[in-house]
């Protein structure tokens, strides 16, 4: 055998190329490593770029059984034979990627018939050669044991000591040598990695079946496991925006990825749920944490949550804050806005500036000694911001607030319970701090003890729509001038009541009629209905409606299912026909699902937070999801 320098190649010095140099001799190693260099990029690009695996269209390496103490390695051919040897090596030859490896298989071949299997004559003479192992010969287990069938891919170098073809008929001389790849498969506990005494240096490994093998000698085919990685094929570029409607270079670069697989959004429709990302905790200590519709988003893309918590013993208002661009956790865990005493009840809201406003009860509902409060100030410093009183009537329970940005001024709608019932409100100046009524303005008498009640703003006005025991109430409210009308009122009951305010000449008001769910629409200067909300019955409440960015309008409610839970739903409006399609769950859970509220995110749809008492009837706790209107 010639001599032949060392190898040169280095892959971390990044050298991609050889140069020929005038008046320089070349040398093997030059040549040598300029074929290693070419070698190396294709190996990095199959690994990475492409990956392990069995390629679409072959069946290579397959394991099947039938045998005993053996099984058989499938060449997984494409059928038909070559009219060349190229051919034949390209188009019929069972294959795998290794490690960046091409790994070849031309025919079937049993475990036991493999040349460095113990069985096969020459085989520990081949093994030394090679610097590798004999492979051991099967035996029957004396108990179930499991073992794993891997494929070993090494290379080495072939002189004309070990192929006389190597050697030139016409000069009787040397060649150049080759490098030749080599496998055999292997069985183990485990697959070789580095650090392992079955490892070797210069080797890869891949998985190609386990054998769940009883105590028998016969290994059936369902005692075979497939491992392998198949069907590898790059896709077509245009496939991505096919199927998600990205193009291929922002998908690649993360941008417009969908949150979830195609697989788990049609698995949700196919269950009669809605895709969703996963359930973030936001409240989930002890005692009750009861929801309202205080939930908004803020400057800062987060979701801000603020509810009524008894954590602490007695009824105190808490926040907080999820971070929409990291949304698996709160990023403002809840925390206690209020101590001592009872907070209840709480509205809030995000102010031009980016301060929080947050206003409570005083009292428990129907204390006369409940009052009105506000804080506000930044997230961080919110908690011990002074309380302002918005409103402190003598014996009267002044509660069930409800807070409206409307322009220059919060607008808040309340229950005034005492002598007489009353619904009222009061304007609060931002800008400058200020209360231009000087005290509470009545909407309407509360004679029947009505207690539901919502508001909501668009255009610059308020929309307030309330029930008085006897009748619903939609209102209009300008803050600038100080003037509302009362129009329409239907008679009958409606509790649950939420409004959805679009522009200052479109609003919605769902309610809870007793029998279903209905809705009052206002096109213009006109109030339409009340309509009857298809498919809703008796067992339907806790409307709230959200209007996306795309214009579409949703429902989320609660509705009792045949096993007695509740859970929320979610509907969707026809904008043409103004008919809203079946009923589907949010997200499946445990326990029982209420008092929903949503949010519209630009450029994520909806966010939708709700209660829930999985951890018992006593301690309901809040939880969010964002649900995925659009892929």
Known sequence: ????????????????????????????????????????????????????GVPEGTNGFQITGGLANDFTIGAGAPSGSGSTELDTALAHTGRIIVDGLDVMITTDVAFSAQPLHASQTGASTLAAKLGVPVVPALTTPGAATTLIAYLDVWEHLVTPDDDPNLILPGLGVESCARI????????????????????????????????????????????????????????????????????????????????????????????GQLPTTGEVAVANGPGPDLLGKAVFLDNANGLVIVWQSSQSGTSQVALARIDLTNPGVTSVAATPLTSSGVHAAPAALMLPNGDLLVAYQTAASEDPNSDLKLKRGPLATLAGANEVTITATANVAEQRMQAVLAGDFVVFVFDQSGTTDKWSYLRYRHTDNSFPDTAPVQLATNSGGGRAMHAASAGGLVFIAFYDGTKLTASSLNPVTNTFTNSPQVNGQATDIHVLALSATSALVFYNSGSGLSVLTLSGTTWTGPVAIAGTDVNDSQPTGVQDSDGTVWLLSTRKFPDNTNHVVVRRRNAASGDWTAPQRLAPSTG??????????????????????????????????????AI
């Open 1 to 52: 055998m010639a001599s032949m320098t060392s190898s040169t190649f280095h892959p971390l010095l990044r050298y991609v190329n050889v140069r020929l140099q005038q008046g320089v001799p070349i040398v093997d190693s030059d040549v040598n490593e300029l074929d290693d260099v070419r070698k190396f990029e294709l190996r990095a690009f199959l690994k990475w770029y492409v990956g392990d």
């Open 180 to 271: 030749k790849r080599e496998w055999v498969v292997r069985t183990g506990a485990a697959v070789p990695v580095s650090g392992s005494s079955e490892f070797l240096a210069g080797h890869s490994y891949t998985p190609l079946a386990v054998l769940n093998r009883p105590a028998t000698a016969l290994i059936a085919p369902s005692n075979i496991v497939d491992k392998r990685q198949r069907r590898l094929l790059l896709p077509p570029a245009h496939l991505i925006a096919d199927t998600v409607g990205v193009e291929p270079v922002d998908y690649r670069s993360g941008t417009n990825r969908p949150l979830i697989s195609l697989r788990a959004a049609i698995n949700a429709l196919l269950a």
């Open 592 to 629: 029982n699902d209420g008092f929903p509220a949503a949010v519209p995110v630009p450029g994520q749809g909806i966010w939708a937070v709700w209660a829930n008492d999985r951890n018992g009837t006593t301690n309901t706790d809040l939880f969010a999801r964002r649900v995925i209107t």
